[in-house]
């Protein structure tokens, strides 16, 4: 491979990482794709990890946590941790990271670090220690505190990880990892031959239908439930096989805390269809679903797969595969029918992130109802059999109404060459871990 001199007698080595799209954001703050968050994931570290096999929280960043009560918090931070200038990580530094994420308040699309900061009154700084002072319970705070998007940040933008950015990409100091739009590479986001394979079942949100419930006849929910009883999600199977995706049984997906399987509620069941359609008076209905099919290699198929379902019963589903700046532009003017996409993440308060309508609200709800009281009530409860309770309660929900049109459980795989990088792993998150 090509070097770059980085000293005397040394040579930097260059590796390629391969992705589909350019869509490259190395904020981790505003990081929603998963090449942003890889990227960020490599330059950015958290105050806690999530062991991707059994789920339980990590020291990372801090090196133990406790809950003096349920609104307050206190982390211990490492003593010996340096951001990549060599300037020192210290208890200020952590306070400054989170009050940069509080800032952003009124960006747009709300970005996930500030749902994640729900009920967050004050941070402080102690000698060793940082404090979070809540007003409500954040039941979700702790695993939130793992992922990419509440990483540690300086305020010139560093991070404390081992990669830092550089023209072309990233370093380590000895290896420059460069991303390009190209479908192979030391390491590729999908699956090469003669390459070995990570790969993770993706907790979070399934693969899905999102319909925008302010829209025609996509405003009476007996016209999204008939929708979604047309899916027959079973004959689906073989498309999915190829890729090791499997039908979606829910609103969250089985590797997910709080998973509710809604196999009986989501069978495929024409008669209970066309009735509540001709109860809704609901004629020659024909919708558009809008996506971006670079980051999976399902997409095109299933959705084919469902037109073709739906157009036997006089449906009609055109496909809009379209550019991530129409897909953004689309998506803030509420300008489709349906909207296909997945969420990955270990906390089901991911469901309000997403649907609650003083959130993403990607159903574009007019305004909250029983539904958003749950997603509030699931957050703040501090019994884990009781929030357990509510999250079930809003899956049934959401798919009863119709909300999510659940189709398939997304596999994540990344190809590397062994002989260059050992040991790659993919994280909770569903991102590239380098060692």
């Not at 904020?27 to 960020?40: G, M, V």
């Not at 570290?45 to 991707?52: A, G, M, R």
């Amino acid at each position: 491979m090509a070097g770059n001199e980085i000293g005397a007698g040394a040579m930097m080595r260059d590796l390629t990482f391969g992705w589909p799209t350019h869509q490259l954001t190395s904020d981790p703050r505003l990081a929603y794709n998963s090449i942003s968050k890889t990227c960020c994931r490599l330059i950015y570290e958290s105050l806690l990890d999530t062991d991707p096999g059994t789920g339980r929280l990590l020291p990372w960043l801090a090196t133990s946590w406790h809950y003096c009560d349920p609104l307050t918090l206190e982390v211990t931070i490492a003593p010996d941790r340096h951001f990549s200038d060599g300037t020192p990580l210290t208890p200020e530094a952590v306070v400054q990271s989170f009050a940069g994420i509080t800032a952003l308040q009124e960006v747009s699309p709300r970005p996930a670090a500030v749902t994640m900061l729900a009920g967050l009154q004050s941070v402080e700084a102690g000698t060793d220690t940082v404090t979070f002072h809540f007003a409500r319970h954040n039941a979700a705070f702790l695993r939130s505190l793992a992922t990419v998007n509440l990483a540690i940040r300086n305020a010139q933008g560093l991070g404390t990880g081992r990669w830092r950015p550089v023209t072309g990409g990233l370093t380590d100091g000895s290896r420059r990892l460069m991303f390009e739009q190209t479908d192979t590479g030391d390491l590729y986001a999908g699956a090469i031959d003669g390459h070995h394979l990570a790969d993770i079942h993706n907790p979070g949100i399934s693969y899905g239908l999102c319909p925008n419930a302010s829209r025609g006849p996509l405003t009476d929910p007996a016209v999204r439930r008939a929708l979604s009883l047309l899916i027959n999600r079973s004959a689906l199977r073989p498309i999915l096989d190829a890729h090791g995706y499997s039908v979606a049984s829910s609103v969250l997906t089985p590797t997910t805390d709080g998973y509710r399987d809604c196999s009986a509620e989501l069978a495929y069941d024409p008669v209970t269809a066309r009735r509540l359609l001709a109860a809704a008076d609901a004629q020659r209905l024909s919708f558009d679903v809008v996506f971006n099919s670079t980051f999976s290699p399902v997409d095109a198929a299933v959705l084919t797969a469902v037109a073709a379902q739906w157009r036997e019963h006089g449906i009609e589903l055109v496909l809009a595969d379209v550019d991530f700046p129409e897909l953004r532009s689309r998506q803030e003017a509420g300008d489709y029918d349906f909207r296909f996409f997945y969420f990955t993440g270990a906390d089901p308060d991911l469901l309000r992130y997403q649907f609650a309508v003083t959130q993403r609200n990607m159903n574009r709800r007019n305004a909250p109802d029983d539904l958003d009281a749950m997603l509030d009530a699931q957050l703040i409860c501090a019994d884990p059999d009781g929030r357990r309770g509510l999250v079930d309660a809003i899956q049934r929900r959401i798919v009863e109404t119709g909300l999510w049109l659940p189709l398939c459980n997304v596999r994540t795989v990344t190809s590397y060459r062994p002989d260059v990088l050992p040991d790659v792993h993919l994280d909770t998150e569903a991102l590239v871990r380098i060692p």
